[in-house]
């Protein structure tokens, strides 16, 4: 049996973790890690300023308008893979790229999630030792999940070297142990992560928002205002955010998503995404040397251009925190209409990936607020305070 098929600690069935309803399901409490999670969780204790200093060597900058939403970065880029591979959610870099990190020998496992057999939505962490186990994990799971559930796995190997695919809950969790875990060196590759959900949410979205929810493959908020399904006979379908049934969906978001403020993974060595890159690019972030070398793994295998920021998002911005507020839905005609004109008008590049983190952030910042307002001081980080003051918030 390889670290692949073994099975992690299963998650307690209807226990009660120290986040409450919070609890993203990182998989940290179902290890024998669990007595460290009141300093781990990104929920408990919000620790970006020490964590960007222990990953990175320093804190964002947050005079600089590119640190102050991306974090700390050495570079960004617009990249796309020469020769996609087959059944990628995109064009295959992520899975490239721990590949190449596999075969050439920086890394003995890699931390991914697969499929359970049962359900193409339910995510089932493992340790990948194998190309072929590596592709099995191809394709993003809109869920919550619990990577870090295979922690024991890791120690118990006697592995060293490892590569942890993550978002931002998970990835804040891991740095704050991963001295815990016996390895000489730990890769961190991100991606950015926002309105995760539990798989009943997930269902009642795909419900309410899909021409055929059974046939769904996958699905991406995209940079053309569009959400974007591809189903099992390989077709497409765009619905328009516009057209979304948010007086239905305001519900099926986590709490931990809806109280989260580390959209851009500020804590991986490189990030890999779409939210600042043209439609069909992925956005790469190089946070630190680490993140440089593994970049350079695949450099030949991409092709790319530079990041560009084109337009203004503020009002766009202003005008969605009512309506989101108040459930707004347009009749289906309209919402593909204004998504047109947005999309030729609106905010890209750069500029899109700022209006979705202040249209979330916003949104976030109020729910925190109101819900858990003995939080929010501590709670909020810097960065994300000074992106929020930007709007003017209901009370």
Known sequence: MTLAHQK????????????????????LCDTAYVHYVKDACAFLNQQFDHLETQSHGRQRDLDNPDELYFGVHQTM????????IAGAQWTGIVSSLAIAMLNQGLVEGVICVQNSPDDRFQPQPVIATTPEEILAARVNKPTLSPNLSVLEQVERSGMKRLLAIGVGCQIQALRAVQDKIGLEKLYVLGMPCVDN???????K????????????????????FNVHFRHEDGSEEKVPFFGLKTNQLKDVFAPSCLSCFDYTNALAD????????PFGWQWIVVRNPTGAEMLALIQDQLETQPVESQGDRKAAVQQSIPAYEKG???????????????????????EYG???????????????????????AAHV??????IVAQYKLPD
């Open 205 to 224: 979205f795909l419900e309410t928002t899909s021409r055929s929810p059974s046939t769904v493959v996958h699905y991406e908020f995209m940079q053309d």
């Open 270 to 277: 490189l990030v890999v995404g779409y939210m600042g890159a």
């Open 354 to 376: 700022r209006f979705s983190i202040d249209s979330h952030f916003t949104r976030n910042y109020l729910h925190v607020k109101r819900k858990y307002p003995e939080k929010l």
């Open 197 to 203: 959900v539990h798989r009943e949410g997930l269902q």
């Open 328 to 350: 707004v839905t347009l009749p289906m005609w309209a919402a593909k209409l204004m998504g047109v004109v947005i999309e030729k008008i609106g905010p890209k590049g750069l």
């Open 77 to 84: 880029v617009a990249a796309r893979k020469t020769e996609p």
């Open 381 to 386: 980080p810097e960065f994300a305070k000074r």
């Open 8 to 27: 992690a600690r299963p998650i307690k069935p209807g226990g009660v973790y120290p986040a409450k309803e919070l609890c993203s399901q990182c998989g």
